[in-house]
């Protein structure tokens, strides 16, 4: 599962109103080597949370994101490869997504994250 | 400029939207942002049905209609027309009559040249080719001919009046068209992606030309991203990802998802098989209640999708069958069970199914993006009922008809997004699709669509006589069978 994913997702679980950003417990991790677009990195760029991606990458061990990020940076070719190394180059095999709310436990099994709420929390 | 379109003759109702579709991609349009005015002008010949292989199409520059052809799937050629007529002398005065400055530039001595003989609705011997061939000798090739692989390519094309009642749309008279090939389809993805030889299958795999014409009206392409929210086995995702896209996929059986059928059995050894880029992520979602943060929008270019419409597979949500009916109260799962519980589904109908998939294409395409999916239909009596879902976010532009058996067909519907989401288009987008599920599809909830599908005719009122007489009185003309 890529920081990219992780951006996006969060605990729907009925009634919980912060689901988002789950926290990450790395159990396994890999790097795997994406082809660089730097026309995709900048339409992605505005519907990151950026906070999250910082924070998420730091749990992956990776810190060179910078702490706040704005179009402007879209510019400079080190950012873009920072950005689309955190983003899609960083892999999380097998692991746990925490509900900041609940504490509630996703599941990531060969980089699959399980989202699937129980019948009790639909 | 005018230009001469030969399609494939399949898939009928699919030729002339993928034409669109890349003419879309590859910026014949321009800067019109009306929606109604990025079409492109069609023609058919004189006197042609309009399933006839052959169209006229006006599109801005060789540049796009060679960038067209080559993309495409369905289109046999796309051809500067030399010279039309209805017998061999008429060809041969329009084409001395074609511009010079059109011509010569492609008959020069340094270049090479093959001629094709073509024709549709007949077979011509090697002779009779031959024949044709010689009699072009009015054409001032300078040239060499160069069989294998040739600067330019001439196709000598004849269509004859071969009667009415083989299966092949009618035709009145002879026609005969000479033109220099620009662009045309590259059929050989075909056998490279298909699905007898791919590594990992599922029951309701998309077939690899399906799959091509899905993504090029999707419009993927390098640096846009593909969602596919019933991803099954991936085989949407790998035409989305032969043509550069970034792809995305969820469903809510993991096991097709996460596990395949052992490691070197999975969706990740599809993209594998044939060298291609791995899905940016793979889930396990439910397209009911999808796990995306609140507050994401436009995050997709396109959403290419087959959903399950309960016929050869049935779709699940989330939630007991009892539980969502109110005869049981939730389950808690005790604490220990936890990680390996695997939730109850329930079933999950079509028309819900429709709301949920247009609900999330209308927060998460960006303006201007693609939703295209399937959509079944009854036939009845040869017609097809064209009621399809409605979203205030979004515009039809394409449906075609794809007829699977004498009384259900799947259509493929491509909208493009032209409004922006909020609460109150989401509140009105409800109260249509209440509407739309208590007119339309009254009889196709609860599994109807299935039973209609596989019951035998006798039980259909009226149908099996009435099918008796229209076999007679009808030519039978396949239509869109093919």
């Known amino acids: 599962m890529r920081l990219l994913t992780h951006n996006m997702l969060s605990c729907n679980i009925k009634g919980v ?61 080190d950012f873009l490869k920072k950005f689309h190394h955190a983003l899609l180059e960083l892999h999380l095999e097998e692991g746990v997504l925490i509900c900041p709310e609940t504490g509630r436990r996703f599941p990531v099994n060969k980089g699959i994250p399980n989202m699937l709420l129980h019948e009790d929390e639909v | 400029m005018w230009y001469l379109c030969v399609f494939y003759h399949r898939l009928l109702d699919y030729r002339r939207p ?32 309009p399933d006839s292989p052959f169209h006229f199409v006006n599109l801005p520059s060789e540049d796009i209609a060679r960038s067209i052809a080559n993309r495409s799937i369905l289109v046999k050629g796309i051809y500067e027309l030399w010279g039309q007529g209805n017998s061999y002398k008429e060809l041969e005065e329009a084409i001395k009559g074609y511009p010079d400055e059109r011509k010569l530039p492609y008959l020069a001595s340094e270049s090479t040249f093959k001629i094709i003989v073509d024709s549709f609705g007949k077979v011509m011997t090697f002779q009779e080719q031959n024949e044709r061939i010689q009699g072009l000798t009015y054409i001032p090739f300078k040239g060499k001919v160069n069989l294998r692989n040739p600067d330019h390519k001439f196709w000598l094309i004849e269509t004859d009046d071969y009667g009415s009642n083989n299966g092949l749309p009618p035709v009145v008279q002879r026609r005969i068209y000479f033109g220099r090939e620009v662009g045309a389809a590259d059929r050989k993805l075909l056998p490279t992606y298909q699905l007898k030889s791919r590594n990992y299958l599922g029951p309701t795999a998309m077939d690899a030309e399906m799959a091509f014409l899905m993504a090029n009206q999707g419009l993927a392409m390098p640096g846009k991203l593909v969602y596919d929210p ?56 439910d397209n009911n209640l999808p796990p995306w943060r609140t507050g994401l929008r436009e995050v997709f270019d396109a959403i290419i999708c087959d959903p399950p419409y309960g016929v050869r597979a049935g779709g699940r949500k989330s939630g007991g069958r009892k539980l969502l009916k109110g005869a049981v109260g939730p389950y808690t799962v005790p604490d220990d069970k936890r990680s390996d519980h695997i939730p109850s589904t329930a079933p999950y109908s079509l028309v819900e199914c429709m709301h949920d998939l247009l609900d999330l294409a209308a927060r998460m395409l960006v303006m201007g993006g693609r939703l295209v999916f399937f959509y079944p239909v009854l036939r009845e009596d040869g017609s097809t009922d064209t009621h399809y879902p409605e979203h205030p976010c979004f515009t039809l532009i394409a449906s075609s008809e794809q007829i699977l058996s004498l009384r259900y067909s799947r259509v493929l519907l491509t909208m493009v997004k032209t409004g922006p989401y909020s609460e109150e288009v989401a509140e009105s987008a409800k109260k249509k699709h209440l509407e739309f599920k208590e007119n339309h599809l009254k009889w196709l909830e609860d599994g109807n669509l299935r039973s209609a599908v596989f019951n035998p005719a006798d039980t259909q009122t009226g149908f099996a006589e009435d099918s008796q007489l229209n076999k007679e009185s009808k030519p039978k003309y396949r239509g869109k069978y093919v």
């Not at chain 1, 992605?44 to 990020?69: C, H, N, T």
């Not at chain 2, 321009?30 to 109604?36: C, F, M, N, R, Y």
């Not at chain 2, 792809?247 to 052992?262: E, K, Q, S, Y």
Request: proline content about 4%.
């Open chain 2, 18 to 49: 993928e034409v669109e579709a890349l003419a879309e991609l590859f910026g014949a349009f321009g800067e019109d942002s009306e929606i109604s005015h990025r079409s492109l002008e069609w023609k058919l010949p004189e006197s042609h049905h």
């Open chain 2, 230 to 285: 019933f991803v099954g086995t991936g085989s949407i995702l790998i035409a989305a990802a032969h043509f550069g896209a970034m792809t995305m996929g969820a469903d809510i059986d993991i096991r097709v998802v996460r596990d395949g059928r052992g490691p070197d059995c999975n969706v990740w050894s599809n993209f594998n098989q044939y060298g291609l880029a791995m899905p940016i992520s793979l889930l396990r979602a």
């Open chain 1, 17 to 77: 109103t912060n689901g988002f950003p789950l926290r990450l417990e790395v159990e396994k991790f890999v790097e795997k080597e994406v082809d660089f677009s730097a026309e995709f990195l900048r339409n992605i760029f505005p519907k990151i949370e950026w906070k999250a991606l910082v924070d998420a990458s730091r749990s992956m061990g990776y810190s060179q994101l910078p702490d706040e990020a704005d179009s402007s940076m879209l510019d400079s070719d």
